[in-house]
């Protein structure tokens, strides 16, 4: 499920590049919304009861606090500050009409 309970994590994480880390920290907070790292882990554990056990969830949710307040860190923000940006609602949108005129 996630690279984050692998044994070798806590080395990747101390070693990654910075973009390795950014679109793993990107992965961890994006999926239909954007959502809190305790919101995506709560949805995780209630879509796939069985997918991990106690101490593996445990561990994975501090690696992602480790992710997390690094890529922060390097980006001069706190996670409270990771929001969608304004303008892709738009583009989104936009992008949707030209697939469904292409379509028609």
């Known amino acids: 499920m996630t690279r984050l309970v692998d044994a070798g994590a ?3 994480l101390g070693s990654a590049p910075i973009e390795q880390l950014l679109v793993a920290y990107a992965d961890k907070r ?8 305790d919101a995506r ?8 009861p069985d997918g991990w056990s106690a101490d593996d969830g445990a561990r994975a ?5 480790i992710l997390e307040a690094t890529v922060c860190a390097r980006a001069g923000v706190v ?5 969608r ?5 738009r583009a989104l949108r936009a992008a949707r009409r030209r ?4 379509a028609a």
């Open 10 to 12: 806590d080395a990747w």
């Open 30 to 37: 994006a999926g239909q919304r954007l959502g809190s790292l």
């Open 41 to 48: 882990f709560a949805g995780w554990r209630r879509r796939y």
């Open 61 to 65: 949710r501090v690696r992602a606090g």
């Open 79 to 83: 996670p409270a500050e990771v929001l």
């Open 85 to 89: 940006l304004h303008w892709t609602g």
């Open 99 to 102: 697939a469904a005129e292409r």
